[in-house]
């Protein structure tokens, strides 16, 4: 069976950072793009950043940018977050598709995780 999992969320003040992960079971990461998607109460799920699964290119929304930064190792995924604001308070999603172009459209993504809640509080 084809999962993913994320990990790292949890609660932190503002300023602080955390560091989700994104484990495959069931396939390498290494052959699929990755998107890290968020889901805020009452909003819609937005994709915050993703890499491509040639190139490992990356790109941010700009919201995001400058304070977030998403890797890959081994089979992998990560979501570096730094500089957190209230704002940033959701339920942090991974998913991947077989696209070489990398998308924060949900549609392209093939599997996705259950979700890591992260809270940015004081």
């Known amino acids: 069976q084809l999962q993913l999992v994320e990990s790292g969320g949890g609660l932190v003040q503002p300023g602080g950072s955390l560091r989700l992960s994104c484990a495959a079971s069931?396939?390498?990461?290494?052959?699929?793009?990755i998107g890290w998607f968020r889901q805020a109460p009452g909003k819609e799920r937005e994709g915050v950043a993703c890499i491509r699964r040639t190139t490992s290119s990356t790109n941010y929304v700009d919201s995001v940018k400058g304070r977030f930064t998403i890797a890959r190792e081994l089979n992998m995924v990560y979501l570096e977050m730094n500089s957190l604001k209230p704002e940033d308070t959701a339920i942090y999603y991974c998913a991947a598709t077989l696209n070489i172009a990398c998308s924060f459209y949900e549609g392209p993504y093939d599997y996705w995780g259950q979700g890591t809640q992260v809270t940015v509080s004081s």
């Open positions: 069931g396939f390498s990461l290494h052959y699929y793009s």
